[in-house]
């Protein structure tokens, strides 16, 4: 159970997840309230789209942002940060020393004694580094705060130096000398901390005031790295933001726009938080500034998406458009004053013309929206009209608008986006809502690692086993096991790709459900085909296979006994096994179970409100897959009924009796005390007086089957005994005719055995 947990926590973000699932399972929901999924506001995954408007500037892939620190497990000691593994890479332990000791070093020229056998360029390198940090650490004139912290051993706080700023330019300049003496060294000389010399001398002529050389030295970094000097760091990607900010400070804000959209599509988070910051900005500005700023295309498609990817960052929620406050539907709100900022007559051609349709239609302004859309073939603009059909009960046409959105929604990477699944998704409420179950099955499925428990209702209430399993053979082979990875004394595995929690491996997932489906029908051989695989460590029980095959074996065991004990023996143990291994073995995904989450949060009702998107077929279907008992861990009452049958068959005044009801009860004590009760009280009425009575259901013992055997001797031997006593006459009778017919075929055994030995006389011919 714990291994599920610990996968998602330690590669999916799953805590975040958890408690959102915890919250409102129907955050990854679309068919618990169905109506209000159909016409929710459209959002959009701001950066994926940033990345696909960007794709063809894409053509050198330059290494990531400085990655964070690995997971380590508390008791762990820290690891190197990646700036530390990349410097020391190459060096050897007395290097690293030396290296530890020029980072130390109070100025430059000390940094080159302290680290006089580093290769040249690591030298010069450290020793730029250290003269540019000490002009915030020694003058204060930098952003570092730590000269502001109050020393704990003083009376008073530290006062911050005032700035030097001739100082300061001073070490910047000495800074700046040492970094293109890195540069100047042989091109194999200086390799392995060229990209570093230039970035760090394009941010010290920038702290300088000299942008045009920290533009050059930007781009120069650039360069370097397209030349395959080495970026371990991922410095080239960050010179992209710092040559942005030198143009956004000389109010080119277009051209700074267009380095941070390149920067935010080859993965940088900082380039992301950017184009959020402007964008914030923007939509303060004043309604007359703001529509002059439009006229810039790279503006407008900046804002647009935005708008579509981050309402909560100005405290506009993402709820439907008529239950919005008043106040974010009137103007003055800030998304308000985008759309009436534009020129809805020139918008209708503009390329993002879908994007403000969509925008418009989260807002409430439908008219605007339909008007927006009509201009566009896009599949956002088909999204649009699709979601304007529902609100005016065109069903069909509303599907039309669907298909032609999901067949052709922009991919990036060949992957679909977030907003792609929620197409898709809505689409398929939709295809359920028409009853059209398979339909639905498939297109959910397909986004089934942002909508599992979606695809989990539609697998185990709505469609019939032998269609699961029909779709599961055709669609969804057995997956392979996952890889492994070993995080202090762990050993985890790793969900799929894409796969949000509590989606960990739909392919497993969904083969796992339905093997739960046929074992709840008595199919257990067919279940065995489809459980994981042994040791897959994405479940709770990684020996699922060896229990199902345990129980099945117990359950015929027990059809065949031919004794009463065999039979409760049998019967026993599968009970145990449905105890013990209940959830992975019969658990629903979903209620009453809840699998998903290994039972620890308690699922809400399905989805049975009126709603024309809710048929009656399909709450027929419901109906019919229901557990026999609807109470949560319905598999413990199936463990218990399989305890009373066995104690059916047990004598009642054996061990083996009172033992099971015990266990029987234990099983319920904890869930449903009346029934527990009950139990108690059969035990009560017909059981054996037991030393452990009185911790009944609390403290139980194994039962002792064998001695229950040799009480069904006894039971027999004294009801012939009381038969006998009660019917002398005919016991009498009865005994004198066996007598007579054990002397009758004693005589005529002897009568045979006499015939036998006497010799018969020879014929003529033996003569």
Known sequence: MQNHKVVAILFLGGVMGALAYACGPEFYQ??????????????????AEVQRQNAKALTFKYSPDLAEAPYSPPDAPAPPTPQEQAERAGLNQGLVAQLKAARQ?????????????????????????????????????????????????????????????????????????????????????????????AFMLGRTWARLGEDQAAAQSFQQTRRLA??????????????????????????????????????????????????RQISRELLRLPQSELKQRLAEPAILNLLVNYALGFSDDITVSRRMPEDRPKT?????????????????????????????????YDLGRFSQAEQLSQGSKTPMAHWVRAKLAL??????????????????????DGMPTDSAKRLQGEQAVLTLSRGEYLNALTQLYSVAGHYWLDVAYLAERVVTVEELKAFVD??????????????????????????????????????????????????????????????????????????????????????????????????????????????????????????????????????????????????????????????????RYLAVDLALQAADT??????????????????????????AWKIYQRYVKHGPRVAWAARFGRQCVDPDFSGASRHVWREHWRAGKRWIKQHKVFAGGAGLLGMAGVATGVWLFIRRKRRSSVPVPPTASQI
């Open 30 to 47: 679309l068919l618990f309230d169905r109506g209000q999924s159909l016409k929710a506001p459209i959002n959009i995954d701001f950066a």
């Open 105 to 197: 070093a109070k100025t430059g020229e000390a940094a080159l004694i302290a680290g006089k056998d580093l290769p040249a360029a690591i030298r010069l390198y450290v020793a730029g580094a250290v003269e540019f940090n000490r002009t915030d650490a020694a003058l204060g004139c930098g952003d570092d705060d730590s000269e502001e912290e109050e020393d704990a051993s003083a009376d008073k706080p530290k006062v911050k130096p005032p700035c030097d700023r001739t100082q300061q330019t001073t070490m910047l300049r000495n800074a700046a000398q040492f970094f293109k003496q890195v540069l100047e060294l042989p091109a194999k000389d200086q390799s392995s901390r060229s990209v570093w010399a």
């Open 226 to 275: 397209r030349e395959g000097m080495p970026d371990p760091l991922g410095l080239a990607l960050s010179s992209l933001g710092e040559e942005a900010r030198l143009l956004l400070n000389q109010q080119k804000l277009p051209a700074a726009l267009a380095l941070y959209n390149e920067q935010a599509a080859r993965g940088s988070e900082s380039g992301l938080g950017s184009l």
């Open 328 to 360: 974010e539907r009137e103007a003055g709100s800030p998304y308000q004053n985008l759309l009436a900022a534009v020129d809805i007559r020139l918008a209708a051609k503009h390329p993002q013309a879908d994007r403000l349709a969509a925008l418009a």
């Open 391 to 412: 609100r005016q009960g065109k069903i069909a046409q509303a599907a039309s608008h669907y298909a032609v959105a999901a067949k052709a929604f922009p991919q990036v």
């Open 474 to 635: 055709a669609k969804v082979p057995e997956p392979p096991l996952p890889s492994l990875e070993q995080i202090g004394k762990g050993v985890y595995a790793r969900p799929d790709a894409g796969a949000i929690w509590p989606a960990v491996s739909p392919a497993a997932q969904l083969r796992d459900l339905l093997a739960r489906r046929l074992m709840r029908a008595g199919r257990y051989d067919e279940a065995l085909t489809y459980f994981h695989a042994d040791g897959d460590k994405r479940f709770f029980d990684p020996d699922i296979r060896e229990h199902a095959k345990a129980y099945a074996d117990a359950r015929r065991a027990a059809d065949r006994a031919w004794s009463r004990v065999g039979k409760a023996e049998a019967l026993f143990a599968a009970a145990t096994l449905a105890r013990r291994e209940g959830i992975s073995l019969f658990g629903y995904e979903l209620a009453p179970d809840s699998f998903v989450s290994g039972g620890d949060y308690e699922e809400p009702s399905l989805p049975v409100e009126k709603s024309p998107y809710l048929g009656k077929e399909e709450l027929k279907r419901v109906k019919a897959t229901a557990p026999k008992v609807e109470e949560r861990y319905h598999y």
């Open 650 to 675: 047990l004598p009642t005044r054996s061990q083996a009796y009172a033992a099971v009801l015990c266990r029987a009860s234990g099983w319920m004590v904890d869930r449903d005390q009346e029934f």
